[in-house]
């Protein structure tokens, strides 16, 4: 079969999203911590995102999944911009998106869902982005576990975040994140402690 024009963008397309593991999320210069990169923050928002879908009643999950997949990836064009960065840096991100798509079989399905996405009008879009932000709080939370102290400095700054979520589910589970230990899936699951050879006899 021959390569069309539209086949090679495609390549490229699949490459470049493969990239997203190599960019680091900015703010990993604040003490350096091990943050996850962009792609991990994908996944986990798009787990998030199907969550809060299912609190919320929303039946179309192929559309947050969409928008959580994309919801970041001009970022391999412009970078990733934190807390600190987005007060001096301007990022195109709109560029970024028609570049990265350009060609692609992809280009206008997703072109017109990032525009949906930007205007966070549709619940699908306003799911994905309390997932996003619900993301940082879950690695603030893993930070925290490791002796990093990262969430107490930010602390307050974190709290504002709250008043800004579009779905209530995300309102609450954000609450319960704070209250939350990042071992508990390990700890109280199945194990060798539980349910093992090491289990307590008595």
């Known amino acids: 079969m021959k390569k069309t024009k539209t086949q090679k963008r495609d390549l490229e397309f699949i490459y470049e999203m493969g990239s997203l593991r190599f ?7 604040y003490l350096n911590p091990d943050f996850q990169n962009l792609a991990e923050h994908h996944l986990r928002v798009a787990w998030i995102a199907l969550v809060l879908a299912n609190k919320e009643g929303v039946k179309n999950t192929d559309k947050v999944l969409k928008f959580a997949i994309m919801h970041d990836i001009a970022e391999s064009r412009t970078g990733d911009v934190d ?11 709109d560029l970024g ?20 996405y ?29 002796g990093m102290k990262v969430r107490s400095i930010w602390g307050k700054g974190r709290t504002t975040v709250a008043s800004h979520f579009y779905t209530k589910s995300a309102k609450e589970l954000w609450k319960s994140i704070q209250k939350s230990n990042p071992h ?9 402690f539980n349910d093992g050879d090491w289990k307590n006899k008595k």
């Open 23 to 29: 960019i680091e999320r900015a703010w990993k210069r």
């Open 83 to 93: 807390y600190l960065s987005r007060q001096y840096a301007k990022r195109n991100e």
């Open 97 to 116: 998106m028609e570049d990265i798509l350009k060609d692609t079989v992809l280009e206008e399905e997703f072109l017109k869902l990032w525009e949906e």
């Open 118 to 146: 930007k205007d966070k009008k549709t619940v699908e879009s306003q799911i994905v982005k309390d997932a996003d932000t619900l993301d940082v709080d879950l690695e603030l939370m893993e930070q925290d576990a490791r």
């Open 184 to 192: 508990d899936w390990h700890t109280n699951g199945r194990n060798r």
